[in-house]
């Protein structure tokens, strides 16, 4: 006979952990060895019982964020964790992942996705719920091309004071303006624009324009008036 | 010409000057306020209504499973329930997200944004074009970042409610010393002079809540919009 897997669940809703209990004793191959309300109860019950799962709410009244995660892995190498979270946004369950979790499903959907959660993680694969994995794969689906219109512009290698200068510039003042307002040389300001020109591939000062008006730094609009 | 006499007028602005500082710092203050509070009603929302409501619906989900024989009627009237608070749990979580998203400080602004924006595209379905640029190792402090992150929320609350949009463009820029914020749609527009008096009549907020949190910031906020031709709100603030 095989032995049953041992789950420990950790949410600091009593009544939550009683809805966790009656789904998971649908499945009579697994067994609640152990509840905890907090985190502390949690790794003492961890390091006591060395349960194959840890079922685990991330909201817990003694702590805040994800660092206990690895705390629980280090305590217990081959425990697997499933988060059963009040949370469905994205970034909440990246960080998760990225904490060490091996799956995750919204406790709204508890009733139909946890036994399935828990038997692919228990397999040793990675579980996402239905309600959630849409978004993600939504995400990174899109995550090559947002990069590249998000972030990573040459824009981004300017210094502050080039990125000063260039305002100044794409507003249509002259050097000698720039260096007036600046209270720098005509020369330091000269240096300046041919850096911003380099890093940015610009040739002359029309598409410095352009440039600056693409990217919302200027609005155009404001020199027909 | 000959002077032998002239008149000299002056006046005290002492007073004026003051008052505007006061009523300056009263309306940050009422803001901060407004924030803390927002924080609040948002946490209470996700992590106690929608935690409990949670509880509800797997006590719903799991209340027949020692009861076999329950009568059909019973069990799917249960689960008529259970798609409610369902459905329930869900809009308390948007409502809280929309308050104030609850990661925000330790969230980096532009991604605070990124995730904001694409929600406002899942409700809305106005599609959006969100760019940042030179934004990378700008370290905002948590009011910067929340008076930022409100005039983009109000800024597209504005397009959604009135813009009747199919396309709507949020680009910020690090512009030092200052941040740019440009928010522009392809909606019917409106006549700025008519909607200011209107506004006033109103008292409606929007767009005068906008400029307003700009003012407090010291900024500046120009809207251009002509009708049928779409809004262009164009905002600079010192960082």
Known sequence: MTHKKRILIV????????????????????????????????????????????????????QKGFDFVRDIVNLSINIRILVVSVHSKIDYIVRAFQAGVN????????????LDGISCVLKGDYFMDTSVSQQVVKKLAGLKAEEKVVSGSDYDTLTPREQEIMVLLAEGLSLKNVADKLFISNKTVENHRSNIMRKLGLHSTIELVRYAAKIGLIDLDNWKE | MHVDSYI????????????????????????????????????????????????????????????PEIPQALSKKNK???????????????????????????????????????????????????????????????????????????????????????IVSVKIVGASPNIILNIEDNGVGFDIKERERKLDNEKRLGLRSMQERVNLLSGFMRIKSHLGYGTKIFIKIPI
């Open chain 1, 11 to 62: 949410d600091d809703h009593p009544m939550f952990r009683e809805g966790l209990k009656t789904i998971i004793s649908r499945n009579t191959s697994y067994e609640v060895v152990g509840e905890a309300g907090t985190v502390r109860q949690c790794l003492q019950l961890v390091k006591e019982l060395k349960p194959d799962l840890v079922l685990l709410d991330i909201s817990l009244p003694d």
């Open chain 1, 103 to 114: 799956g995750y499903v919204v406790k709204e959907s508890a009733a139909d996705k946890l």
């Open chain 2, 8 to 67: 000299y007028v002056s006046k005290d602005v002492t007073y004026k000057k003051r008052a505007e500082k006061y009523i300056n710092s009263f309306s940050q203050q009422l803001l901060l306020a407004q924030d803390r509070e927002r924080r609040m009603i948002s946490y209470e929302l996700h992590d106690s209504i929608a935690q409990n409501l949670s509880v509800v619906k797997v006590s719903l989900d799991t209340l027949f499973d020692d009861y």
């Open chain 2, 80 to 166: 008529i329930l259970s798609n409610l608070i369902e459905t329930t749990i869900n809009s308390v979580r948007d409502l809280s997200y929309e308050l104030r998203p609850s990661n925000l400080d330790e969230m980096d602004i532009v991604k605070a944004l990124k995730t904001y924006t694409e929600d406002f595209y899942e409700r809305s379905k106005i599609k959006i074009d969100f760019q940042s640029n030179g934004m990378k190792g700008l370290i905002l402090n948590s009011e910067s970042k929340i008076h930022i992150y409100r005039l983009v929320q109000e800024g597209l609350r504005n397009v959604r409610k009135h813009a009747n949009a199919s």
